[in-house]
């Protein structure tokens, strides 16, 4: 059971631990329902504290014996653990503890999935397998010995004595407990090596069930890639003789990045042509990256508490958002970056969920795993590299790994690097980690005596506990174009600082067109009256990939928002600008892919409500699917084109280059899907050899409410496979019509495939239903209710996965007082729930203050 009376933690509060460990020895002798864990840890005082209460974290565990110094003792149990009287001086404690992976569904600690053993340590499961400091400022080298018939027996660190029913392993960096990590199981191995920079080779491992040895290369050639990558952009060498790569079904978030043993949902590693599309490869190759980089921005420079989790996750982000654009294209990569933040970082700003990127309290910390600490995190780094530049950028990296390898550090440590690096002052810029809620700029132009001005102001609503904002250092990138297009000043960055601040630019020869926030150089909003003839004009002529796109998206949302508020139905000149743009064969296809997607339906409802305007999710569906078959009728000449020109020929391969047409082309078909009755769909699905074609065939014929036969023979073929019929079940909800999502829904989720343990499965159905926008918020509230049903069916079972599903409410004091009354009942029921877990009842109390 967890805690009774769930406590707050404050930031504020933080004290160092009392107690250090100098190391660690683990015995497990593993049996389903029964594994007994040994444990030997040697303590030391801690200099740097004043308390001498010795208290270990332990949950859901069995104490059979306990020593000190080899003295059998009797620990007083107390909340959350246990305490003892200990010597004032090093002691050696010992005990053994009986844990039940068989019966562990939360999936946290050490459990039992598709009969193999596994753990998920980060961020407080450690203390669900023995007793021990569970903090992370408590680092020690870990040797590690399991006893099991199981073939494979993995932990971290390098390889010790391995024989008949037993391995053991030694990890000589000292870590916190949280990348702690052991699998067992009957598993086979994509093996690889890697040379490193000075020489050193090392063994690499991608561990399967038999059947999925088919759909590891993909996989360890990203890894291989990011090893190199790292190296080669930040200095940064692998550090132990094997690093391995374990793919588990049953697995609560993407991956983790457990020393030397990293831990992955099969989802993000699995891959093959026939079974994965390009979206995954790509998604692979990052989330591989992304954990790959953890083990220096995260294991090797770790946090001191998890009010830090930025520090680590915020750079790791970066990073791997860096490695993708090396690997594949900065400009597509940025602008998915941005629309990952604005439609998911923005939202979470502008609800009840809202919190700063380095939070100041939490009951559970899982629930702060947010896109707010790792986009808005990844954001706030992107914009510290703008500010002091690439050199400044390498220096302080160079110092923060230099300075701080071993340590368990802050985010004031991280400023520090850069103001020692730079010789910068960062305290105000160090308000973006404290301060909640996306910055407004309001821009107005001047033109006068051949000079143009910007004159910016910004502002920050208020968020829960924020009521007073104070103004931020932003960067924002700014370039003039002149009226033929040539560009009259580069870009350069403007640094705002204060509430309200005026930059000119002079000896111009006529009124420039100004592009501003080139690059998204700051994660805010653009409050602006701008026409739909300079919007066309920057479609046309802006040098800056991301703001060329960008101005395809504001004038078709104009257009969009136009035709909700007022019927009006005149296209402002968008979808001939649309047209120019998609003969334009000097731009990359995957750049044109990106130019082809109208904002979303939530995008729409953000942005009404951000003028004050209670949205309505049917409206805004229709007037969508109108515009759509708008733009399909009349650029119908370039969409054909496109899917004909663009198709890619000869064998499948991941590349960014071929995946760049197919996202080109598939982008083409669900417009032309729309005029041609699926014709096109339908023979692409029949003749398709790779998932992609196979997987966006189906999805256009979704879409118009075609493909009953697809879906059908779609689950004949992939019965078998896991990963695919994720994809059938989530196709069937995030394609549906909305009018029709909900029941869809509840017909899966009784459907005998449909097993609602997995969270793969479960999100599969549950959060492809709230991605439905107009389905999830159905007026009746039916989608509400379907959803409460089931939050309050797994929240026993799994509180972690319910917390952050029940996080799809986020939204729902946007919309009308029908609505919200039913949105407030279902989360009112949840919240009612007897026995509700800890993790759900701080979700659902955040989200129904007011
Ligand atoms: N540290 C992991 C990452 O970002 C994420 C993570 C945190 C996680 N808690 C988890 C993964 C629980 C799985 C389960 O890479
Ligand atoms: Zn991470």
């Known amino acids: ?110 459990y039992m999935s598709g009969g193999m053993y596994s753990t998920q340590c980060e961020a407080e499961g450690f203390r669900k397998i023995t007793f021990y400091p569970d903090r992370p400022d408590v680092l020690a080298p870990f040797s590690v010995r399991i006893e ?83 190296e080669e952009v930040y200095g940064r060498e692998y550090d132990l003789d094997i690093f391995n790569i374990v793919a588990v079904d049953d697995f609560n978030m993407g991956a983790m990045e457990n020393k030397g043993l990293n831990i992955f949902n099969s989802s993000c590693v699995l891959a093959s042509p026939a079974t994965s599309t390009d979206a995954t490869f790509e998604r692979i190759e990052a989330i591989v990256a992304h954990e790959y980089f953890h083990n220096w921005t995260g294991n090797r420079i770790t946090c001191r508490d998890w009010f830090q989790l930025c520090l680590k996750e915020g750079l790791t982000v ?35 969920l809202a919190h700063p990127v380095r939070p100041e309290s939490f009951v559970e910390i899982n629930n702060f795993y947010t896109v707010t600490v790792y986009e808005k995190g990844a954001e706030i780094i992107g914009m510290l590299k703008r500010l002091v530049g690439d050199e400044g950028y390498a220096k302080a990296l160079d110092l923060y790994f230099d300075r701080h390898d071993g340590d368990a550090a802050t985010i004031e440590d991280w400023i520090k690097v850069f103001e020692d690096a730079t010789g910068r002052d960062l305290s105000q810029f160090k308000l973006w980690y404290s301060q909640a809620g996306t910055p407004r700029l309001k821009i107005r132009e001047e033109w006068n005596d051949a000079t143009f001005t910007l004159h910016i102001a910004q502002e920050t609503l208020p968020t829960p506990g924020q009521p007073n904002k104070v103004p931020l250092v932003i960067p924002v990138a700014v370039g003039l174009l002149g009226a033929n297009g040539d560009e009259v000043v580069p870009t350069q960055i403007l640094e705002l600082t204060q509430a309200e601040q005026s930059f000119s630019f002079s000896g111009l020869g006529s009124r420039p067109i100004p592009s501003i926030l080139r690059d998204f150089s ?46 009006d139905t005149d296209d402002k000149g968008y979808i001939d600008a649309l047209r120019r743009a998609l003969r334009d064969e000097s731009l990359d296809p995957a750049f044109r892919a990106k130019l082809l997607a109208l904002p979303t339906e939530e995008a729409l409802s953000i942005a009404l409500a951000a003028r004050g305007v209670v949205p309505d999710p049917d409206l805004i569906h229709e007037q969508r699917e109108a515009f759509r078959l708008s733009i399909a009728q009349h650029a119908l000449i370039e969409l054909s084109n496109i899917y004909l020109i663009h198709q890619v020929h000869g064998p499948y391969a991941p590349s960014a280059e071929q995946a760049g047409k197919r996202a080109l082309t598939n982008a083409a078909l669900n417009f032309i899907s729309l005029v041609d009755g699926g014709a096109a769909a339908t023979s692409q699905f029949a003749g398709a050899d790779n998932m992609t074609q196979e997987y966006e065939a189906l999805c256009a014929l979704l879409r118009i409410d075609a493909g009953q036969e697809e879906l059908l023979s779609f689950a004949d073929s992939w019965k078998d496979d896991r990963l695919v019929m994720d994809m059938w079940f989530r196709a069937q909800v995030a394609c549906a019509n909305p009018a029709d999502a909900v029941a869809i829904a509840r017909n899966l989720a009784r459907h005998k495939k449909f097993d609602w343990k997995n969270p793969n499965r479960f999100r599969a159905v549950f959060g492809a239903l709230a991605m439905n926008h107009a389905g999830f918020n159905a007026i009746d509230g039916s989608g509400y209710d379907l959803l409460a049903d089931w939050l309050i069916k797994l929240d026993p079972v799994n509180p972690q996965t319910t917390a952050r599903v029940s996080g799809s409410f986020q939204s729902w004091t946007r919309y009308d007082e029908d609505r919200k009354a039913k949105a407030e009942a279902a989360l009112t029921r949840i919240k009612s729930t007897p026995n509700l877990s800890r993790d759900t009842t701080e979700m659902v109390t955040r989200l129904l203050s007011k």
């Open 522 to 567: 700051a994660p805010v909003i653009l409050e602006r009256e701008q026409s739909a003839e300079e919007q066309a004009f920057l479609l046309a002529h802006d040098t800056d990939p991301f703001n060329k796109w960008e101005a395809g998206q504001l004038l078709a949302r104009d257009v969009l928002l136009a035709m909700i508020e007022s019927g």
């Open 1 to 110: 059971m967890k805690d009774a009376s769930p406590q707050t933690i404050y930031l504020k509060d933080y004290t160092p631990p009392a107690y250090l460990v100098e190391k660690v020895d683990l015995t497990f002798r593993l049996a389903p329902s029964a594994t007994r864990v040994l444990s030997k840890i040697s303590f030391k005082p801690n200099p740097a504290s004043q308390s001498r209460d010795f208290f270990l974290h332990g949950e859901q565990l069995k104490l059979i014996s306990a020593k000190i110094d080899g003295k059998s003792i009797t620990p007083e149990v107390v909340e959350g653990g246990i305490k003892a009287d200990v010597p004032d001086a090093p002691f050696i404690w010992e005990a053994e503890v009986e844990i039940d992976p068989a019966g562990n569904t939360a999936l946290e600690g050490l």
């Open 148 to 230: 099991s018939d199981m073939p494979v027996l993995l932990s971290n660190g390098n390889k010790g004595a391995m024989g008949d029913g037993f391995a053991e392993w030694h990890d000589p960096w000292p870590k916190p407990a949280y990348l702690f990590a052991l699998v067992a199981g009957d598993l086979v191995n994509h093996p690889d090596t890697f040379t490193t920079m000075s020489g050193k080779e090392v063994e690499l491992n991608i561990w399967v069930r038999k059947d999925d040895i088919g759909k590891c290369a993909f996989g360890i050639d990203a890894l291989k890639r990011s090893m190199k990558w790292d």
């Open 318 to 352: 970066f990073r791997d958002q860096q490695f993708t654009g090396d690997m594949r294209s900065h400009a597509v990569k940025r602008i998915d970056d941005a629309q990952l933040l604005r439609s998911n970082q923005f939202k979470e700003d502008a609800g009840p």
